[in-house]
């Protein structure tokens, strides 16, 4: 896609910090670096997010994420990591081309903070049940 960052990426159209490549997949420091490695792991095909990525490509796309999530936490020494991905305008996707942030974490000052709440108490166990079931009739 022409107009597309990353394919600009893949291309060698603009530089990035590349710290992992393989004929189906990119992997880059984040310009952001919402934490020091902060890294982004994409298909090198334009695909805009998990819900056109099909089984092959995303199995060729995290397969080589434990390798770099080790990696990062080797070179600085991260205590763990976040593995966020946005799908959508509405989840907060500002590039719409699928990729994947690994978020070393450090401590608790380190600039990444989870904001999820809980809503455990909202849901009974029978709630739980019809809601899997929708979804496991949809995977038929």
Known sequence: M??????KIVHNELPSAKVYEDE???????ISQVTKGHTLVIPK????DLFQMDSGT????????PEIANAIK???HAEGMNLLNNNGAFAGQEV?????HLIPRYDHTD???KTFISHQNDYSPADLQEMAAAVRNKLQ
Do not use: N, Q, T, W
């Open 2 to 7: 022409s107009d597309c960052i990353f394919c």
């Open 24 to 30: 189906h997949v990119l992997a880059f420091l984040d």
């Open 45 to 48: 095909l334009h695909i805009d």
């Open 58 to 65: 995303a199995e060729r796309v995290f397969s080589p994420v």
């Open 74 to 76: 080797e070179a600085f």
């Open 96 to 100: 719409f081309h699928y990729h994947l």
């Open 111 to 113: 600039g990444f903070a």
